[in-house]
């Protein structure tokens, strides 16, 4: 742990966080993560908030906000403000309503499959041509 407060190197940080190197360098491109310092010979060094930093942005994505939503929460230093929790608030209510929108269009999907699945059955039942396959095949001909 005491290696964790001094410096890490970029393999390290990523194992501390169970991220990839290359997630490390993304989400520095992506400013997600301040530039790091470095070492006399050039490696990238971080410390114990760019540690927390990487965990904040993978708890953040888990709850399924984007990278653009992370990096407009970051923005607001410090953290833990009232002001950040105002963005915080407004972009779970985009994430909601999409996710609500997203829904919506499951539950007509899921309606279109249930009613071709009766249609099937009833047919079945009757020993006649599928209807689901008349009207997927258009001109009415059941493709061979």
Same mark, same amino acid.
């Given at each position: ?5 001094e ?20 989400y ?7 530039? &790091?310092?470095r ?5 990238r ?15 953040? #994505? ?12 970051l $923005?607001?230093? &410090?953290l833990?403000?009232?002001? #950040?929790?105002?963005?915080?608030a407004?972009?779970?209510?985009? $994430?909601?309503a ?23 059955e ?6 006649e041509?599928?209807p ?9 001909k059941?493709?061979?």
């Amino acid at each position: 742990m005491a290696r964790m407060l001094e410096a890490m190197t970029i393999g390290e940080l990523a194992k501390a966080c169970g991220v990839s190197a290359d997630t490390v360098r993304f989400y520095e491109r992506e400013k997600l993560l301040p530039r &790091p310092r470095r070492s006399a010979s050039g490696y990238r060094l971080f410390g114990a908030e760019d540690a927390a930093r990487v965990r904040f942005v993978r708890r953040a #994505q888990a709850m399924g906000l984007t990278l653009d939503d992370i990096g407009e929460l970051l $923005r607001v230093e &410090p953290l833990k403000t009232v002001e #950040q929790c105002r963005r915080a608030a407004a972009r779970l209510g985009a $994430r909601v309503a999409a996710v609500e929108e997203r829904i919506a269009e499951l539950e007509a999907f899921r309606n279109a499959l249930l009613n071709g699945l009766h249609r099937c059955e009833r047919a079945l039942a009757r020993d006649e041509c599928c209807p689901v396959v008349i009207d997927l095949a258009a001109d009415g001909k059941v493709p061979r």
